[in-house]
């Protein structure tokens, strides 16, 4: 595949096959009704009946064009779990429904500051939601706009204020993440590098007499799950409840946790460069957000905004971005998606992109259908291994927005056209396998049939959305209560 030069060129068509918009239209919006728990929506049915932070950022974006008062519920909803430190959690709890790392996991409420009434975990997702705001905010007039950002703009400032005031304790510029859940990509593996030697006694153990197999028995969520086998391994959920436990007894606090000494098995602390690169974009938003209010963002906040640039380049070797292992300083040279997300944040130079924009054209990144989460040749590799191999909608949605944003029009295109391919062929699954496009993970997932709906406008703009819409609000109207 050749590198396609930057220009702006209108986006040529690259369809594989005749689609029926609407009828994908169709199916989307009913995955998301299907979802839709009245303020938020639940990623998916079964697996998971909670609400997500970015989760619920990329539904937002897909729910704008068909019902722009439920997009604001879903991001002003997200604020109902900030804590009065400013953090917004990555998961808020729906009442009566089962998880397997549920309330009695986190135990927010045993936590000072965390919010009264509802129960959330204690770490954070990437900081998707400026965006989302921004999206939805494209799609309403300048008044209402105004009075949307009004709304959400203390909550994100706090929680951007939160992000570098608590995870860059040294100011760096950059800022680190205390578990892997909080990167969105839960067994990634540069991740699972730095976990695998923090499980716990029980679960080494077991390997240390080739048993393992046995804690397949002891998981909550296979039973939830699609098909168990195209999720995480059960050594690695073992070590990730593990940490969970740790991070609680430390209140979810860096501080706290870099004071313990790097051992096994304690806890990994990673400056992410997936997440830094999407705060790094979400700085960029939460500034136009301030502009449009006439607003001045705090200065702490200004500097650390400034700062971020110049430190993620820190995280450039070797042709690509890496993430940091705050333990031991070292960048994590591990091939996986996460360094294309630097495309995204937009600041990086065009020399960097292009090398990246090379990189992700190799066919062990990109076969068919868009970007695979770690290249065909890893020893990671599994076609339907979650986070280890399948491409994902939203990770192909932000990188066509990083292509476009460093002028490769054409390449975008082609990477939204082929997401749209997909779906329509396999459904609205929660991934697929990047050498045939085969579905797994679980069905009806939320932020699949949301960005689709979104990529449609974008590439089919003459689609029926607009009727399709209608419908849609008459469908979940009477479940939306009139404000947050
Ligand atoms: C997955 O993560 C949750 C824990 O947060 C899980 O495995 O149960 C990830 O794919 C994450 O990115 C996503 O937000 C969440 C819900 O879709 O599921």
Redesign the pocket.
Known sequence: MDLLPPGPSRPKHHRQAPLDVSKLHEQALSVLQHNDLGQSTR??PH??PHQ????SCFIAIGLRHVDIHRAKTELLSLLRGQWDSGMIP??IFAPNST???GKKVWRSHQIEGSPKGVHT?GIT??PMIAEAVVRVGEKLGLKERRAFYEQMYSGLVHFHQWLYRERDPHNTGLVTLIHS?E????NTPYWTRVIRPAAPVRVRALQGIGQEGLLDYLRK?KKAADNPTE??SSVDIHTMYHIITQIRRKDYDLASLLALPYASPNVPLLQDVFFNAILIRANTHLRAIALALGKTLPDDLQLAINKAPHAFETLFANGNYWSRNLRNDELIQEPTIAGFLALYAGTIPPAHAHILAQTLQRPTYWATYGIASVPTDSLYFGAHR??QGPV?VNTNWLIADGLERYGYTDLASKLRQQTIQLVAKHGMY?YFSPIDGSCAGTHD???TAALVIDMLEREYPKGRVAQLAKKFRAATRPRVPAAV
């Open positions: 990623p998916a697996l998971y997500w932070l970015w989760d990555h998961e998880y397997h790392a975990s997702q990437p859940h990167t969105g990509m839960d969520d999720r995480l979650y986070w994902w929660e997932f939320s932020w």
